[in-house]
């Protein structure tokens, strides 16, 4: 958790939500002492209004598995996504609840759709929209093709299970 040079905000980074880009904007600011994020979160004031950023967990899924290209872990051309959702790869990186725990119970989440709306009201910030410039690798694949697939639509709402019980995101899309 990084609390902001306010003193009176505080925003949990979980991985592959957009926070690199965050953590840079809010650094360029000096509204945060470090342009990297970590991705811990240990309660330990209450004294500061906490944020989480989330994003759709689809577009989460698809990043994680661009992001094994990106470490070079994975040749994304040939270890496709239907093949990261049904490998160990697709548990690597947690959901929110299973990751924090009961930790949510202390944060309001923001999906990162909503960034500029959020920074707008919250810190009178006027960031630009969000562009994804982080995301470096591809496999020049369409999302609808992909989650047309129902049995990979099924995997990541059971993997998001808990968080969709309490986060609300526009999943039409998808189901």
């Not at 290209?69 to 270890?79: H, R, W």
């Amino acid at each position: 958790m990084h609390i902001l040079n306010d003193g009176k905000h505080a925003f949990v980074f979980p991985p592959r939500c957009g926070t690199r880009w965050i953590a840079s904007e809010l650094y360029d600011r000096g509204l945060l002492d470090t342009q990297a994020p970590n991705h811990e979160f240990n309660l330990h004031t209450t004294d500061v209004k906490i944020f989480m950023f989330v994003r759709n967990p689809f577009e989460r899924e698809r990043s994680l598995h661009r992001w094994l290209s990106e470490t070079k872990q994975k040749d994304i051309t040939v270890f496709t996504f239907e093949e990261y959702v049904n490998s160990e790869c697709f548990e690597i990186e947690p959901s929110w609840y299973t990751r924090y725990g009961d930790l949510n119970s202390h944060v309001q989440h923001i999906d990162i759709a909503n960034l500029t709306t959020f920074f707008k009201e919250t810190l009178d910030i006027d960031l630009p929209e969000y562009d994804n410039f982080y995301h470096l690798a591809d496999d020049n694949r369409n999302d609808d093709e992909i989650f047309n697939n129902k049995q990979i639509v099924e995997k990541i709402l059971n993997k998001y299970q808990e968080d969709l019980k309490h986060i609300k995101f526009d999943l039409t899309k998808y189901i």
